[in-house]
C-alpha cells in the first residue's frame, strides 16, 4: 500500500475544516476543504461529495482545522438552529404524543392538564426534533414515545419539565397556516 501511495493519487477526498471552528458552529461552504487520502472505509470519515450535506449543519464539539470529519461531529441536520435554543426530552404515552403522526420539524402545541384542578391550558408551542417509540409490547406493558422538543429558551425548558413531572401532558398538532412562533 505505500508504493501506491507514493506513486498514485490518493483515490478518495474526505472533509476537513479550513480552520478551527467551535461548538455550536453553523458550517458555511468556505469553512470546508478536502484533504486526498486512501483511507479504510471502516474509520467512518466523511467523503468531500458530501459537502453540500454538511454545509448548514451545526458542530457537536469543536474541531481543528485539517481534522477529518466525522458523522459524529456534527448534530442532525435543523438541530439548534437558533441562539438560546434547548432541547427537551418527554415521556409520554403514546396516543398524548400523537405517536405515528408527528415528525421531525413539526411544531406542536403542549398541551397541561393539571389532575388537581380543572382544565387544560396550552403551555407552548415547540418544535419536534425527534420521536422514538417504546419497542416494549405485551401482557402489562403500556406504549410509550420519547419526544424531543426544541424550545427558544430556558424559562420554557423549565415550565415544560416542571409540567411533565406535575402534570399530564399532551401534544396538538395545529393547522399549518396557525403561524404562532414556537417557543
Do not use: C, K, W
Request: without cysteine; negative net charge.
Amino acid at each position: 500500500m505505500s508504493h501506491r501511495s507514493a506513486t498514485q493519487p490518493a483515490l478518495q477526498r474526505y472533509l476537513v475544516p479550513s480552520r478551527d471552528l467551535p461548538a455550536g458552529h453553523s458550517i458555511a461552504a468556505d469553512d470546508l476543504g478536502a484533504i486526498g487520502l486512501d483511507l479504510p472505509a471502516e474509520l467512518g470519515v466523511l467523503p468531500a461529495e458530501l459537502a453540500d450535506d454538511v454545509t448548514g449543519r451545526v458542530l457537536r464539539h469543536g474541531v481543528a482545522a485539517l481534522d477529518l470529519l466525522r458523522p459524529g461531529d456534527l448534530l442532525e441536520s435543523g438541530r439548534f438552529n437558533g441562539p438560546g435554543q434547548l432541547e427537551v426530552a418527554l415521556d409520554l404515552p403514546a396516543a398524548r404524543a400523537l405517536a405515528g403522526s408527528v415528525g421531525v420539524g413539526d411544531r406542536v402545541d403542549v398541551l397541561v392538564t393539571d389532575p388537581s384542578a380543572v382544565g387544560t391550558t396550552t403551555l407552548t408551542r415547540a418544535t419536534v426534533v425527534a420521536v422514538d417509540g417504546d419497542e416494549a409490547s405485551g401482557i402489562g406493558t403500556t406504549s410509550n414515545a420519547r419526544v424531543r422538543l426544541s424550545v427558544s429558551d430556558p424559562t420554557t425548558a423549565e415550565l415544560l419539565v416542571d409540567a411533565a413531572v406535575r402534570s399530564e401532558l399532551t401534544l396538538a398538532l395545529p393547522a399549518p397556516s396557525d403561524e404562532r412562533p414556537a417557543s
